[in-house]
């Protein structure tokens, strides 16, 4: 085999390897937490105000398998989280994947919209601000990212709303409706939320994205190729962008990660029923397997999504694909 | 082709212009080589830069012309400039791995370069880019080509930078310190190639170096720099047999020369009006006692026996590890107060030799005899008295002397480790230090970017001195200075060694200053010694090839130069 694709094999396997480990260490934290949380889910199932009998209880319980030993009952859990099977919803019975796997989608969308718009926005300007670096441009736009950075969602969000669904009436102010019914209307409901979500993120890339610019810019083989005659906008496009890509990526990966858990807020303004929204009630109603399946699914997917950065990485700089091989 | 005439440059500060370069004159006519010789802060890349176009924004030219064939480039504006760099002028960097971008191979930037001026497809560039590659004698090319900067040696990246420069064959070649990151023998290679290239494609270049070797070895004229101004020009055999100025004759006599063994550097002075001399200082006489000489047939301070370090590497990412010996079976001794110097190529094992004598790791076999007792396994807490008893003083003395830290807090920390004294006492003790190595007492309160690059080594020796060691390990210590600072720095080593008892140790891959400074010497290679022996004796009459080859490839003022037309 050739070398360097046994190479970027063995990289993949080791990486897979650490993403399932963690995930691993994560599913048994959430499983204990779970445990040694006060509040008993067979009294709340039954009703703690209706007083069940004795027998209820113990026949509930059995029927949940909390009657097992504690490590009995984690294998079992563990067993069965790995074939998606998180046990039922304690309201009503359903299968708790079917939960997770309808809200799941609908946060990642939310979130790879909020990324997508906070990159388009937040790499020019960085760019903007690192080419006129000192002037009058620079200021401005640092100041609007500092204070991008600085205004909490949920004033921003409101705002938002006042403005463009109260005042204007271009947008609705809230809720979801399913693409396959509207794709139209779908995309109206998405904007607000993933413009909420997205203006502080893109103002963290902005800076990002000028420093970046700015440490590579002050490089030796920059003024190296500006020797060799290369016009300016070459340079910048060919060169220093390419170079100053890989701690662009490293914050847009990490931000995309966070808001796999970090859109409890908009996803509640804006009434969008994503993974947040189905975690925050489980909570709330002390639907315990409802909670331990959403917390896993956030935590598979902020896992997965460092994994694919770190895989990015790779291809972005050569350096990184030979040392760690 | 190339003439500079009456150019001047200040830097834009906040107190208003700050000159840089004052009215600096000179041409270079087509195939010759004009050598551009200064000290650091002497104005000489910036001159370069000016030629270039390529002034940071921070520095302006105040008056004067660049003409290229007649053509002011000053006057041009940026898309005729950058029409000219590359084609016309080509620049060749110090620092050959950081001017190539990382994330590109080798050969897609040297196709680059040719497509940027000439109108070819792909392929033909790439096959002149290979033949480029020969020509500047890459082993390898096709690899070369797929290679990525980090891949490659720094010799190898220079040849890149080279290839690069005269793709386009370029009238005039801008080299900048083009061989000060590099290896004495690739070194020669390079300027040999480059020399050869000049023959070849009749280009001008201008040579810009702060060593005077190289200058002398390189060079058909020269031009002296002194903060700002032009001191000298002449053709390189009239400046080195009778320089004009006082400034070029101190900065010729402050180099140590094969030879001059034992006699002390004469240092440049500046008196009240600015003037330069040379001065020869008269060692220091030590106060107390007269110092007993080294004696040869003393107890050894340091003695290595068969020491053995390895590192185990990968060549590919399914493979078995292999060893790489870094350290094989070496063997030497350092009598009492005398000097061994220890030198080789970078990657032989000079620094790992050294850092298994501090005992930063442990060696996998032999003995460490310091004292007569072998450290070489011993634990880190049995280790702790010994720890003292070794110093060491690095390369760099920006990086290794803490920026937030004062000068007195620097030197008084091993004090502060190891528990000694009282606050009082220690104050005492760091005065008497920076009075030890040539620094004012008011230098205590100050903090280390506040000094040049020669005190800070001044105070990173205090440091070392701090708990009396009595053996200093010198890693490439004076490599990072100027010619007139190393050769202060190499007067304090020897007035130290007399007045405090110090044995060194001494790792350079300066050969001048190896024998200049060393009673033994040790050559490695490739993690072996090859010769060992009187520092005399090496340098007279070398018996190891590799060793002659070290020497010959030296560039030192009155040895043969390097032929016209010899590549």
Known sequence: MNASVAGALLLVGRKLLTAFIQLLVIATLIFSV??????????????ADSNPSPEAVASMRNQLGLDQPVMSQYFVWLWKALHLDFGASLANGYPVSRYVLSNLPRTLELAFAAIIIATLIGVPLGIAAALKRGSLRDTILTSVATIGISVPVYILGTMLVLFFSLKLGWLPAS??????RNALEHFRKLTLPAVALGFGLAASIARMTRSSMLEILGRDFVRALRAKGMSERRIIWQHVLRNAAIP???????????????????EAMFNWPGLSTLLVGAVSARNYPLVQGAMLAIAALFICINLLVELLYSLLDPRIRRKRT | MLEVRNLSIAFKTRDGLKSAVRNIDFTIGPGEILGLVGESGSGKTITSLAVMGLLPPNAIVTSGEVLVDGIDMLQLGPGELRKLRGRHIAMIFQDPMASLDPIFPCGDQII??????????????????IELLEKVRIPDPERAMRAYPHELSGGQCQRIMIAMAVACKPRIIIADEPTTALDVTV???????????????????????HDLGVVYEVADRVVVMYSGDRIEEA?????????????AKALIDSMPTPGGQHDRLPVIERDALGNVFSVRPEPRVRSSNVAAAPDANA????????????????????????????????????????????VGESGCGKSTLSRAVMRLYRPDAGEILLKGRDIARLSEGEMRPFRREIAMVFQNPYGSLNPRQTVAELVEAPLVIFGEGTAPMRRRRVAGLLEAVGLPAAAAAKYPHEFSGGQRQRIAIARALALNPSLVICDEAVSALDVSVQAQVLNLLKDLQVEFDLTYLFISHDLSVVEHISDTVAVMQKGRIVEYGSAKAIFANPKEAYTRMLLDAVPTIGSDRVGKGVA
């Open chain 1, 248 to 266: 662009i990526v490293t914050i847009i990966g990490l931000q995309l990660g966070n808001l796999m858990g970090g859109t409890v807020l908009v």
């Open chain 1, 34 to 47: 779970m445990y040694i949380m006060p509040g008993d889910p067979v009294l709340l199932l039954l009703g």
């Open chain 2, 112 to 129: 680059e370069a040719i497509r940027l001026h000439e109108t070819v497809g792909k392929a033909q560039a790439r096959q002149k880019a």
């Open chain 2, 235 to 247: 053709t390189t055999a009239d400046l080195f047999n009778n320089p004009k100025s006082s400034y």
């Open chain 2, 299 to 342: 107890t050894p301070l340091l003695e290595i026996r068969d020491l053995v370090k390895s590192y185990w590497i990968k060549p590919a990412p399914l493979a078995v590890p292999v060893e790489m010996r870094a350290v094989d079976r070496v063997s030497l001794s350092i009598a009492p107060r005398s000097t061994l110097g220890l």
């Open chain 1, 175 to 180: 809720g979801y409706t399913d693409i396959s």
């Open chain 2, 187 to 209: 070194q020669k290679q390079v300027l040999d190639l480059l020399r050869g290239l000049n023959e070849e494609v009749g280009a001008a270049i201008l040579l810009i170096t």
